[in-house]
């Protein structure tokens, strides 16, 4: 056999995780939480932030990680999160920041009230700056690490289903990814926006089970004809947190079906 037909060295990906540190809020159900499983798989030590005692011990436990109860709108429980993680177990590589919220009462510009739109800026936005801004403490010590934080292919279509705040929100969390993934890519710091097309969670499940129409409106117009799972969004997380992922940084990283990509519906 020649050189340049021997076979080359195995790669393990179920293990290229292995010895790194995950924070994942909103890690206690829907995509956080299949993202749990997902890098412990491969390897990782997981801690979920999550607001559910109940939920965030119980997947802590599924997971072999740790839990931590955190509200992410609150600078002294975040700083605390990242803080005890890299107590606990030595570093903090990869943060997925995850957390959001969908409220009924966030809809459309002329009905949504400013309690509603700062309730949704404070979780889906504010919560990022501050998880980002603990994240980067350890990081930048550490001279590597991956941030991904859970933007949505809203931030890059508008809706004529409005959200008004949600929408806003996802746009600032991409917007903000982009320029610290600038901002510290010399520093070995990676950070990319995930923007998710609609993902059959409890919280879609929620938010469609009160407006079947809305469902309807916005599944037509998936090309692969279907809601994303969990696990589909978790892949493409653990994706950008590996090494695999190693050139990857200040990106609009979109798994949304082929929504951002139609002209028309497919028949």
Known sequence: MSESARPGPSIDLTQRLAGKVAV????A????????RRLAAEGAKVVIGDLS??????????????????DVTNQAQV????????????????AFNNAGISPDDDDSIETTELPAWEKVQDVNLKSVYLCCRAAL???TQQGSGSIINTASFVALLGSATSQISYTASKGGVLAMSRELGVQFARQGIRVNALCPGPVDTPLLREL????PERAQRRLIHVPI???AQPEELAAAVAFLASDDASFVTASSFVVDGGISGAYVTPL
């Open 24 to 27: 994942i809020t909103g890690g």
């Open 29 to 36: 159900s829907g995509i956080g939480l299949a993202t749990a």
């Open 53 to 70: 005692v109940e939920a965030g011990e119980r997947a802590a436990a599924e997971v072999g990680g740790a839990f931590v109860v955190v």
């Open 79 to 94: 700083d605390h999160l990242f803080d005890s993680t890299a107590e606990l177990f030595g570093s903090v590589d990869i």
């Open 137 to 139: 403490r350890h990081m």
């Open 208 to 211: 469609f089970a009160a407006d």
């Open 225 to 227: 004809g279907r809601f």
